[in-house]
């Protein structure tokens, strides 16, 4: 009887507190956490996310706050970070790089209350969603423009990762410039880094000298790129973010993120929990990826002709991977009449025509 | 011969290695007085850091390569200040110097992301840079570049011509005996710490001035660790640390110009090309010091307790 009691008391005590805290939660803003792989004022990736989290401060006064984490590593240092942002009472995490899925999976378990948004992947469960928006898009038309542009009829690609957002990437460009060009190649040259500036010139001056005179580029941090093909006198085309001041004479177009809208949408949606656990994936019709502006050297005509490609792939009567596709070797990869979808860019490891570059897989 | 390939490659060579020899080449001269630095890491992010915002504000890469001198040495005093005067253990000190620097640079660095400066640019040497083959690989470059061709040798000339290099080295094999013939130890130690950190400053300055033209966090991408490797191999001797920075630089190099001609190896396993070299050039070097022995100086790591 006594204990029976106690318990009663207990339960009793417990109903203020738990009132309090409802109440507390209503009126307090909600905290929003960002983990970003690089530095948040790298002019591409990060920039872009950080750009998107502003957004979302400025949007969404008063009703949230946000934590940002910048370069923290694809390791158990995120899962770390993870941590410590659910202990300062971060409801929604938004992990912006490619290889935090597996420390979001394992964070994420231990969790259940927080809701992840991982970018990048095609991959959603209880309470991870995933993002990510259709960079290949504008990439097809700065690879127009490169198309155009070029006059030794050999682009430069300095990557990344051989993962398929980028694979994406470099056969978008390769297909738009030989749309306009069909004798246009693509070099493509891995540095095995998201961002490595030394190596990124180095790589860009040996492919000037192998006669390359446009380069595009899928690294995080845009300014020894796009500084460095100024300097040597070659185009350059952007990638995450519009850069064109750092190439004010070279600088192309190129794609442009804009996660701002977004990142507002989904915090409304895990505010008024209405959120729900999906890949929400949009392409230029979207409106969270665009073209960049246009570089001075890019004349009228070209512009012209890219804003109706523009519009064509907004309004979906043009699609940039369409059947028949064969790869590189001749196999067919997209049957005639088939069209891409989400499971099927997301497994892209090969090459179109034109691309020269070694592959991971096989 | 002559063929653009391989120049081409070698001059790659040459720009990519420029940077971690101003490193190693600081290394050697710290480490024959018997300091270890293993700093150097933190040391060239702290001088990338500090030459550009420098150059930034005075418009003169001159001055910000100056600063990035400044930079490095100050931190090479702490390491000094750490290893010498409290006679703390130098592999710790270094590791501190590592993160630190990285975190120093992160937070100072940031206004100047993406900040246009003037840069050094490429100057073909009359003369010798009209020599066929040689001209292209060392004599069209930037004025950094050839300020290591006079500053290695010169240091070899300190290190084995003069009375500093003679009580540098002392005071590395035997600072007992060294003390004893009335070297001041510290002072001779604090000397090579403080300027073997301001020349890895340089070679972080060249990064970020020079060939990456601009500053980001992390830039020197394990660039100090190498050359902290590069002393080992080259049997701290300036001249050989020069071959080995090269060799280091020719790999990279070598690496992306292979995927520009499109061969079709993995990038992973040119990737490693660097590292793989390295590796192979230590064994080969040690199993040669066992048998000649021109090895590490006596003293290196040991701290000096002139009172004992």
Redesign the interface.
């Known amino acids: 009887m006594k204990k029976q009691l106690c318990i009663l008391l207990f339960c009793l005590l417990l109903i203020p507190c738990q009132a309090s805290i409802a109440v507390e939660e209503k009126s307090k803003p909600m905290k929003v956490g960002f983990l970003c792989v690089?530095?948040i004022?790298?002019?591409g990736w990060n920039y872009a996310h950080n750009k998107g989290r502003l957004y979302l401060e400025k949007n969404m006064p008063g009703q949230v706050t946000t934590i940002m984490a910048e370069?923290v590593p694809e390791s158990a240092e995120a899962e770390r970070v993870l941590e410590k942002m659910i202990a300062q009472g971060a409801k929604l995490i938004f992990t912006t790089s490619y290889g935090y899925l597996d420390p979001d999976m394992r964070v994420a378990a231990r969790h259940p209350d927080v809701t992840f948004m991982q970018v990048n992947r095609p991959y959603a469960e209880k309470n991870i969603g995933t993002y990510f928006s259709w960079q290949y898009q504008p990439m097809y038309m700065a690879g127009v423009a490169a198309g155009r542009m070029t006059k030794t009829n050999k682009l430069?690609y300095i990557a990344a990762h051989?993962v398929p957002p980028l694979m994406q990437a470099i056969n978008a460009f390769t297909l738009g410039a030989r749309s306009v060009n069909p004798k246009v190649t693509t070099?493509?040259?891995?540095i095995?880094?998201w961002?490595?500036?030394?190596?990124?010139?180095?790589?860009i001056?040996?492919?000037v000298?192998?006669g390359?005179d446009v380069i595009g580029h899928c690294q995080d941090?845009q300014?020894?790129v796009a500084?460095?093909a100024e300097?040597l006198g070659v185009y350059c085309t952007g990638f995450y973010n519009d850069?064109h001041e750092?190439a004010p004479k070279k600088w192309l177009t190129g794609a442009c993120l804009d996660w701002g809208p977004l990142y507002v949408q989904i915090t409304k949606s895990v505010m008024n929990h209405t959120w729900k656990s999906e890949s929400i994936v949009k392409g230029m019709e979207g409106g969270y990826i665009k073209l960049s502006s246009f570089g001075p050297a890019v004349p009228d005509k070209v512009r012209k002709e890219i804003k109706s490609i523009e519009d064509n792939v907004k309004n979906g009567k043009m699609v940039v991977f369409q059947g028949p596709l064969k790869d590189r070797d001749g196999k067919l990869r997209l049957a005639a009449g088939d069209k891409a979808d989400f499971k099927w860019l997301s497994e892209m490891v090969w090459f179109v025509p034109g691309v020269?570059?070694?592959?991971?897989a096989k | 011969m002559a063929d653009?390939f391989i120049v081409?490659v070698l001059a790659?060579a040459v720009?990519?290695g420029t940077?971690v020899l101003y490193a190693a080449a600081g290394e050697v001269i710290t480490e024959r007085s018997g300091i270890i630095n293993l700093g150097l890491e933190g040391i060239m992010l702290v001088g990338a850091v500090s030459g550009i915002a420098i150059a930034s504000i005075t418009g003169s890469p001159f001055i910000g390569i100056s600063a990035a001198f400044v930079g490095g040495g100050l931190l090479g005093l702490v390491h000094a200040i750490l290893s010498i005067r409290f006679q703390a253990n130098q592999i710790a000190s270094g590791i501190v110097l590592t993160i630190l620097g990285g975190g120093l640079s992160?937070f100072f660095g940031?206004a100047y992301?993406?900040k246009q400066i003037n840069?050094f640019?490429a100057v073909k040497i009359p003369f010798l840079g009209d020599i066929p083959f040689i001209g292209s690989i060392f004599f069209n470059h930037d004025i950094m570049v050839y300020g290591t061709y006079i500053l290695i040798p010169l240091l070899a000339f300190l290190l084995y011509k003069t009375k500093l290099g003679l009580a540098i080295r002392a005071v590395g094999e035997d600072p007992d005996s060294a003390s004893a013939a009335g070297i001041r130890v510290s002072h001779v130690r604090y000397f090579a710490t403080i300027f073997g950190a301001a020349l890895a400053g340089m070679g972080g300055a060249y990064?970020s001035l020079v060939?990456?033209?601009?500053w980001?966090?992390?830039?020197t991408?394990g660039?100090g660790l190498i050359a902290v490797g590069l002393v080992l191999f080259a049997g701290w001797d300036p001249l050989k640390a020069m071959f080995g920075a090269y060799l280091f630089g020719g790999a990279?190099?070598l690496e992306?110009?292979l995927?520009?001609?499109?061969?079709?190896?993995?990038?992973?396993i040119?990737?490693m090309i660097p590292y793989l070299l390295i590796i192979i050039v230590f064994t080969i070097g040690t199993i040669r010091q066992r048998k000649v022995n021109t090895g590490s100086p006596t003293a290196l790591g040991l701290p000096y307790n002139p009172n004992k």
């Open positions: 690089g530095p004022n790298d002019n370069s430069g051989p070099k493509v040259i891995w095995n880094s961002s490595d500036p030394p190596k990124e010139a180095e790589a001056k040996g492919l000298e192998s390359v941090n300014n020894t500084k460095t300097s850069a750092l020269e570059g070694a592959l991971a | 653009p081409a790659g720009r990519s940077a992160a940031i992301v993406g840069s640019s990064l060939y990456a033209q601009g980001i966090e992390n830039m991408a660039r990279q190099s992306l110009r995927q520009a001609i499109g061969t079709d190896i993995s990038p992973y040119l990737g």
